[in-house]
């Protein structure tokens, strides 16, 4: 079966760091997507990680982990801008991709 | 940046119309995608598109839809007869090894 798991809500400070977890159960694997979504919107691509390891990009990075079925999104000097869904999605070889249910992250002054 | 264009950005149907929605993707992706997310829930798989046919479909995506490349542009989502549980954003991607990036959805609303 397909299992994507994520917390339903954080909350974290402006200027402060927030992880962001995700662990999923595919059948198959071709690459974890954070994509962030504000109410009302489209989902906005963010990063992409295919190999284990750390991605980093700006403010945002994140990690993989194959083995363990797990991913975590960093983000660093939370703005209050960052308040949003944040959608951890996996793409199984036949390239559509599975969403899990998105962490809503409220940002506080 | 190219994007994946979406019309309308907000479709009032009553139930057991046809309805069409419409999605110009980038233009030098190869597969297309249609997805839904109904109200306070996650992203939804509908179909994937490739070289003119349906690659993929979930189970949400019965006889009641159709997907269509009329042109060498447009990439149109049909429901024949809408359902209220039709009501629903729905999203429109392109790109497979790429990151699959979004259009801004159409807000369906069924009466």
């Known amino acids: 079966g397909q299992n994507i798991d994520q917390p339903t809500e954080m909350t974290a400070t402006e200027g402060a760091i927030v992880q962001i977890n995700c662990t999923y159960q595919?059948?198959?694997?071709?690459?974890l997507f954070w994509y962030q979504q504000h109410a009302g919107e489209a989902p906005t691509f963010l990063s992409y990680?295919?190999?284990?390891g750390l991605e980093e990009k700006g403010r945002f990075s994140s990690f993989l982990s194959r083995s363990k079925g797990y991913s975590y999104l960093l983000l660093k000097e939370l703005q209050m801008k960052d308040s949003a869904s944040y959608l951890c999605?996996?793409?199984?070889?036949?390239?559509?991709?599975?969403f899990g249910q998105g962490t809503t992250l409220q940002v506080k002054p | 940046e190219p994007e994946v264009t979406q019309t309308p950005s907000h479709q009032v149907t009553q139930m057991g119309q046809e309805v069409i929605l419409r999605c110009v993707p980038i233009s030098n992706h190869l597969y297309f995608y249609w997805y839904r997310q109904i109200l306070g829930q996650k992203v939804e798989f509908l179909v994937s598109?490739?070289?003119?046919?349906?690659?993929?479909k979930s189970e949400i995506f019965d006889d009641q839809f159709s997907v269509e490349r009329p042109d060498g542009s447009n990439f149109t989502l049909k429901i024949r007869s809408t359902k209220l549980e039709d009501s629903a954003m729905y999203f429109c991607a392109s790109g497979v090894n790429q990151p699959q990036h979004f259009g801004d959805g159409t807000r369906l609303s069924i009466l």
């Open positions: 595919t059948s198959g694997f071709n690459g």
């Open positions: 990680n295919v190999l284990d």
């Open positions: 598109f490739y070289n003119n046919e349906i690659s993929e």
């Open positions: 999605a996996v793409r199984p070889p036949a390239g559509k991709l599975i």
